[in-house]
């Protein structure tokens, strides 16, 4: 009876044993499990982080290498010009379109071929790339030896397609003034050799008539050309930006 005893009580022991080994999966389980939230809560921070950060990349874009980016300018005065086929010009006519204004003289000895250069270079490659081109405009400030045709005839030897502009000091005086184009003329030589110094800038103006970036030099054509991508791109955005606060 003893014996029994003894049998029947190391028999129900192991079911004791038994139901200690068959809790351990389920604290595998509910360890498992809090790993398992833990993982999840982690991706959504991991997630949320990499949305914030595409969403700042898409709305912050690089600056140019070179060129200056400007904001908050007036759009170009009101100045009447004579293009280089003898009509009439307004500022309002660069409406609608990227435009480089370039200030210079044919007598220029050496600022202003070398700038035309780079220009026509760049023009050359966009008509290959059927890129949008901006529109170049050289504007003398020469006018008592640069009337309209020697400036066609001059910028034939660069791209024929290069608007020419010319006016008298009064007429041009307020557009200087706009974009800060500093001119002076040595008088102190003789009345058909003397040279005028001025800005070797090439000035960007937007489709809204606006001063949108500079150019300083050296110019070198590959550079413009990327940074005017750059210029489309954060003007445009700023278009868009403004468009979205108007309507919100």
């Known amino acids: 009876m003893l014996q029994m005893s003894w049998s029947l009580s190391a028999f129900f022991s192991i079911p004791q044993h038994s139901l200690t080994v068959d809790h351990t999966p389920c604290e595998i389980m509910t360890h498992m499990n ?54 009439n010009f307004i500022t309002s006519d660069l409406n609608g379109t990227f435009s480089f204004l370039f200030f210079g003289f044919t007598h220029c000895p050496d600022i202003c071929p070398l700038t035309l250069n780079v220009l026509a270079d760049l023009h050359r490659n966009w008509e290959i790339d059927d890129y949008a081109a901006p529109q170049v405009v050289f504007i003398s400030v020469d006018s008592a030896r640069d009337n309209p045709s020697k400036i066609s005839d001059y910028l034939d030897n660069f791209n024929s397609n290069f608007q020419g502009l010319t006016g008298s000091p009064e007429e041009l005086e307020p557009l200087l003034q706009s974009l800060g184009v500093i001119v002076h003329t040595d008088h102190q030589q003789d009345n058909q050799f003397y040279t005028v110094t001025h800005n070797p800038t090439i000035y960007v103006i937007g489709p809204d008539q606006k001063l949108t970036a500079v150019f300083s030099p050296p110019h070198e054509a590959q550079t413009i050309s990327n940074d005017f991508l750059s210029i489309r791109q954060h003007y445009f955005k700023k278009s868009d930006d403004q468009t979205e606060l108007s309507t919100s």
């Open 34 to 87: 809090n790993i398992t939230k833990k993982i999840v809560i982690l991706g959504v921070f991991v997630l949320a982080g990499t949305l914030i950060m595409l969403s700042t990349t898409e709305h912050e874009l690089p600056p140019p290498e070179t060129a200056t980016l400007l904001s908050g300018g007036s759009p170009l005065p009101h100045v009447q010009l004579t293009d280089k086929m003898g009509r």
